[in-house]
């Protein structure tokens, strides 16, 4: 541990220290004679050295004895500059644009995905991990507080939402390329497709006969006498489905038939009011703000919304959750969706490196300064703590050499000066 270690080199320097003093009286009371001279020397030397290596050493973290002598508590008084350059450092070395880039150029981040949801466990990590959260997100749905804001936040988009312009769009878009005539002909297949069932002609034949007995009783009491009403009802429905199906046989087949002409000008006669017909806008804002107010409206909404948060918290709680089996499976079919088209995962990577390019000077100046506000906001004796666990250990060695240094300068000052002394 680096705390144990720390505490370890310091005694050792304390001890080497303690050592020296030792030796020092010793020698001293020896008053400095014959081999003690040389021995209070050195250990003169290597009290100096240990103590000018302590004070060095303690200097970098904080003020030496409780003193404020000058420049000392280095780290804590050069804190921001410390934060500031650090910050630096890392936006230099490891946030530039291009290296981030070059990274994604080497790993596609589509095949990683396709290759990671394609294992079974990872698949039923994922949808454990979105049913848990769907679950805790439905949870705080149920805060009055939260749904309040919710609806009001809804309400406020709805009214923003020009409708009218909406559905102009969608008129436009339908009506590019003859799509609206595509369309009309499906419905006209459709169409055609339930009047040929046997029910549908039976249930007609039905409704014949019920207008004909309410409409004109006496005539309808009367034909009851020569022939059957429901041979009659039944009659009267197959000729209409076969006149109605004629025509609508002619409209199917024929691209310029009156009946497409007349739906082309209805609909871009209407597509034109939309976009240019204030007085069509102004009804549409008030059916829109109308049915946002009607309170069977908001009352229906309120019900079905409640209705579908209720059957989600009750299914993603039950051990058989449908919703939990739709993510796997949802899950498995993207990734394999990933792995069998190449273009697919070519336009995500392609995506993401654009999306890195346009939002990176922005990450880069966040993170910058998320690091720089870090250091800064960290308590200054929890900063010292880490520096002193982190390099502190290792500093203490400086205050062993110090002292062993000391130690032997102190033999060779004092065999140049009797050298000096002899000459």
Do not use: C
């Not at 008053?31 to 050493?57: I, R």
């Not at 002909?185 to 006969?209: F, K, N, R, T, Y």
């Not at 004796?381 to 110090?402: F, H, P």
């Amino acid at each position: 541990m680096p705390a144990s270690r720390l505490r370890r080199n310091r005694r050792w320097a304390l001890a080497l220290l303690l050592l020296a003093f030792a030796l020092f009286v010793g020698s001293a009371l020896k008053q400095g004679q014959g081999v003690y001279a040389w021995t209070l020397a050195a250990s003169e030397a290597a009290m100096v050295g240990a103590l000018a290596d302590w004070f060095a050493v303690v200097a970098l973290f904080r003020h030496p004895l409780g003193l404020p002598f000058p420049h000392t508590a280095i780290l804590p008084r050069r804190r921001d500059q410390l934060a500031q350059r650090l910050a630096e450092f890392i936006r230099t070395h490891f946030l530039q644009e291009d290296a981030i880039l070059r990274l994604l150029g080497r790993y596609s981040l589509a095949t990683g995905l396709s290759n990671w949801l394609q294992r079974p466990k990872n698949r039923d990590l994922l949808a454990e991990q979105g049913q848990q959260l769907l679950y805790r997100t439905l949870q705080l749905a149920q805060l009055e507080s939260f749904r309040q804001s919710l609806a009001t936040s809804l309400a406020a988009q709805l009214r923003r939402l020009d409708l009218s312009h909406w559905v102009a769009q969608v008129l436009q878009l339908l009506t590019e390329d003859g799509r609206h005539q595509a369309l009309l002909s499906d419905a006209i297949a459709q169409l055609d497709g339930w009047l040929s069932q046997d029910s549908v002609q039976e249930e007609l034949a039905q409704q014949i006969e019920r207008l004909l007995q309410r409409a004109y009783p006496k005539l309808f009491s009367w034909l009851g006498a020569v022939i059957d009403p429901a041979s009659l009802s039944q009659n009267l429905a197959r000729n209409f489905v076969r006149a109605a199906q004629e025509t609508l046989h002619d409209i199917h087949q024929d691209p310029e038939h009156p009946k497409r002409l007349s739906f082309d000008q209805w609909l871009r006669r209407n597509l034109q009011r939309l976009q240019q017909d204030p007085a069509l806008q102004l009804r549409i804002r008030g059916w829109q703000e109308g049915l946002l107010e009607h309170p069977a409206a908001r009352d229906y909404v309120y019900r079905v919304v409640a209705d579908l948060h209720r059957w989600l918290l009750h299914d993603l709680q039950a051990p058989h959750s449908r919703s939990r089996r739709l993510l796997r499976q949802g899950a498995g079919w993207f990734g394999g969706l990933l792995a069998t088209q190449p273009e697919l995962r070519q336009a995500i990577d392609g995506y993401v490196e654009d999306s890195v390019r346009r939002l990176f000077p922005t990450l880069q100046d966040s993170f910058t300064q998320h690091i720089e506000d870090t250091i800064r906001a960290w308590p200054m004796a929890d900063m010292i703590r880490v520096l002193e666990e982190g390099i502190g250990s290792d500093l203490q060695y400086i205050r062993i050499n110090g002292t062993a240094v000391g130690f032997f300068l102190g033999l060779v000052i004092h065999g140049v000066f009797l050298l000096l002394g002899w000459f």
